[in-house]
């Protein structure tokens, strides 16, 4: 599977989550959209968390600075190449929709396990290296 195809399966898996429920079904593919972003907003401060960690250097982040609008820049522009300028996102929703239980029980298995890491990665970057006010 290709990083295209794995990152839209990745979507795949979120935007199911949210139409199995029936109170998230209204915007699943918005949420699913909102939560790969919030994935990937995850693991750039976590970068930048064990960056600082590792060099022993406390960098001060405002929403604005360059090393918060770019990155956050970048993660929006994939978002609208990949799911807002074409729609083949539901081309890709059909083509998983028709894999095998089991192969599909499994990449929810994954899918969680990249959720929970990403979490986990994210809370722990912050205890290594807590913002300032915190200290």
């Given at each position: 599977?290709?990083?295209?195809?794995?990152?839209?399966?990745?979507?795949?898996?979120?935007?199911?989550?949210?139409?199995?429920?029936?109170?998230?079904?209204w915007?699943?593919d918005?949420?699913?959209?909102?939560?790969?972003?919030?994935?990937?907003?995850?693991?750039?401060?976590?970068?930048?968390?064990?960056?600082?960690?590792?060099?022993?250097?406390?960098?001060?982040?405002?929403?604005?600075?360059?090393?918060?609008?770019?990155?956050?820049?970048?993660?929006?522009?994939?978002?609208?190449i990949?799911?807002?300028?074409?729609?083949?996102?539901?081309?890709?929703?059909?083509?998983?929709?028709?894999?095998?239980?089991?192969k599909?029980?499994?990449?929810?298995?994954?899918?969680?396990?990249?959720?929970?890491?990403?979490?986990?990665?994210?809370?722990?970057?912050f205890?290594?290296?807590?913002?300032?006010?915190?200290?």
């Amino acid at each position: 599977m290709t990083i295209v195809k794995s990152y839209y399966y990745l979507f795949y898996k979120l935007y199911k989550f949210f139409l199995s429920h029936e109170s998230t079904k209204w915007l699943a593919d918005v949420k699913a959209i909102i939560l790969l972003c919030s994935l990937e907003v995850w693991l750039l401060f976590s970068l930048n968390n064990y960056f600082d960690f590792l060099n022993h250097h406390h960098s001060k982040l405002s929403f604005f600075s360059l090393k918060v609008v770019l990155p956050l820049f970048f993660v929006l522009i994939i978002k609208w190449i990949l799911f807002i300028k074409n729609e083949d996102w539901k081309g890709y929703v059909q083509e998983f929709d028709k894999l095998p239980y089991k192969k599909n029980r499994k990449g929810t298995w994954i899918v969680f396990a990249i959720v929970i890491v990403s979490a986990a990665n994210f809370v722990f970057s912050f205890f290594l290296n807590p913002p300032i006010h915190l200290k």
